[in-house]
């Protein structure tokens, strides 16, 4: 039962979020409900963690005040529930897509007509018609956005993007209207119908990006939950087979495996035995032998027999439920990204209404008989110039080609904040198994006694018969076709295998086996297992009845190009670090081969992610590198987390970069990417502020007592989709880059 001092810690999907500000925005809210112990809301993944003490709140609760401000908390956790709001969001995807399109399609023609065709009879009514779906009905979230915000008393992008745009329709519609009033004072009645459609049109593609950047977020988690089978067969007394909901088994429960199924909750094998594969919880490539009294896990694969398993752990308490638990907090318990963007609008936004509203002001104080239309143009193209189009477009443009010339080299790079991060990357810490190394057992040696051609054939035959992992290696190996007839193969659990061919007794199998078989071992395989025993590779012999005809030398190879990449790091700072679930012999054969120094052995999959936190806390920028299950939780905690392209879709999912070769050399070059990409971002901000900073002024008439230069708005209409061109030319040059 829970107490006033207990807390919950769980995950809810938040609804209507459309910036990074309304992360902000949700996130006090829950903060500041009485209960609420701690609260953060991740605009990348659209999810609230809160921790609560349930005496005093609920979801209830929470749900309420959310939806006080305009957002919405979504506390129905059941299957249902989770579907209905992928649909939802794959729905507002495909909406905002549409919106986009037709936005872009109208405005087009209207800037054609607008900057070339003004002569067109009728051309400001067409110019009309054609805009105003693109500002009403396209961009209506804009003006529902602000309208939010000012209710709250505060301002984001949207109120400058309604503002300006909203101002520039009316204007131009009252003068389409009454153009007499303008041309009576002496001036041009003239329309900004393109410069309003063509706003919607660019900041609804940069939603549209953005959105993309971040759809893949819960995926992952979809995924692993995806590895718990929804049916089970349950043995029921008197032996009989019965298929079950995997929500209704309980501890004690007997179940059934069989051959390349799904293990559906942690237990131990009551009877029968096979080979698991536990990569996803280990990372260890070698499947492991299942036998009587052995412990299995959900979500591991059997491979080759059928057994039965008594169910121990259920529901939330298997080890992948808690997989499933550690990478949702992990994800959702990083501050969500204010982009800088969003947090200079904040600022912006509100300076430019009142430079705006005070040219106004000093206009009709100071301007003489027609200072209040000078006063209007100039409220007018204070808020046009100063639209946020090149800002928000700074941003995404330099990402969206980092990212495509990422992917030009094997580098897929999920979300931006993953790619401005990479640059700052001091440590770098790499799984061993399918990292480093291939991530399968090969035969590195082989030594013959006497190099019978009979006898490679007779081991061809035997290891072809088995079914462990280690005698498929030794057949890829020898890569030919046996045609010579087995007798009587015993497979013999912890040594090898033992069988008949050609009425004469073979073993294949480890030193035990032969000691046990009183076989003897020549001085030359001594020697040579020995060696190899040394670089932590496994040893297998081949014999007859009397003495062992072959050794051979089994391991997981290191890729081609660690060593290199390792190399590569180092060079530029980075402290490189191995974790791996293997032996601390094996680790540390590894690691002196490819270079590292700091190195961990027999390391559980959540040990990585304390070991990444720790280094976190003592101010390091983090990259964790793996490509198993069991590394998702610590990909998920890292600051940049990258995923080898031959792993486990779950570490794909979790990562925000995934290298498509598996190659470790592309993770030098991505951090290369990264620093450039963050350089290009850095100049287009800087551009768009510099250009701010002498359009404004300008557009407000500063000039106007100097030399009596007033800027017109349709220049500065003009200005504003130039400062977004110089912004877009300056992302592409990141096309040429040589990484």
Known sequence: MNTANHTIKQSFPVLNMSCASCAASSESILQSQPGVVNAAVNYANGNALVEYIPTVTGPARLKTALQGIG???????????????????QKQYKTLKAKTIAAVILSIPVVI??????????????????????????????????????????????????LSTGVAYLFSAFNTLFPDYWHSKGLHAHVYFEAAAVIIAFILLGKLLEEKAKGNT?????????????????????????????????????????????IPVDGTVSAGNSFVNESMISGEPVPVEKTKGEKVFAGTINQKGSFRFIAGKVGGDTVLA????????????????QKLVDKIAGIFVPVVIGIALLSLVVWIILGGDSGFTHGLLAMITVLVIACPCALGLATPTAIMVGVGKGAENGILIKDAESLELAKKVDSVILDKTGTITEGRPSVTDIIWLNNDAKDIAVLLSVEKQSEHPLAEAIVKYLNATPDLPVQHFESLTGFGAKAQVNDQTWYAGNLPLLQKNNITVADQLQHAAEKWLAEAKTVIYFANEKQALAAVAIADTIKASSGEAVKQLQDAGIT??????????????????????HFKAEVLPEQKAEFVKALQQQGKTVAMVGDGINDS????????????????????????????????????????????????IKQNLFWAFIYNFIGIPIAAGILYPVNGYLLNP???GAAMALSSVSVVANSLRLKWLKL
């Open 218 to 262: 819960s995926s992952a988690i979809k995924k692993l939950m995806g590895l718990q089978p929804k049916t089970v067969t349950v043995i029921q007394e008197g032996g009989h087979q019965a298929q079950m909901s995997f929500a209704d088994v309980t501890v004690g429960t007997t179940l059934l495996v069989k051959p390349g199924e799904r």
């Open 322 to 337: 808690h997989i499933i638990k550690m990478v949702q907090e992990a994800q959702g318990s990083k501050a969500p990204v």
């Open 113 to 162: 007509i607008g900057m070339f065709f003004m002569g067109l009879p009728y051309a400001n009514y067409i110019m009309w018609v054609l805009s105003t779906p693109v500002i009403f009905v396209f961009g209506k979230q804009f003006f529902v956005g602000a309208w939010k915000q000012a209710k709250h008393r505060s301002a984001n992008m949207d109120t400058l993007v309604a």
């Open 633 to 680: 939780t610590a990909l998920a905690q890292a600051d940049v987390s990258i995923a080898m392209g031959k792993g486990s879709d779950i570490a794909m999912d979790v990562a925000k970069m995934t290298i498509i070769s598996s190659d470790l050399s592309k993770i030098p070059k991505a951090i290369r990417l990264s620093k450039h990409t963050v350089a290009t």
């Open 714 to 716: 349709m220049i500065a």
């Open 71 to 89: 957002y919405d908390l979504v506390i129905d956790e059941s299957e249902d529930a989770k579907d209905a709001l992928e649909a939802l969001q």
């Open 576 to 597: 490189v670090y191995m974790l791996t679930g293997d032996n601390a012999a094996t680790a540390k054969a590894i690691a002196n081969q490819v270079g590292i120094t």
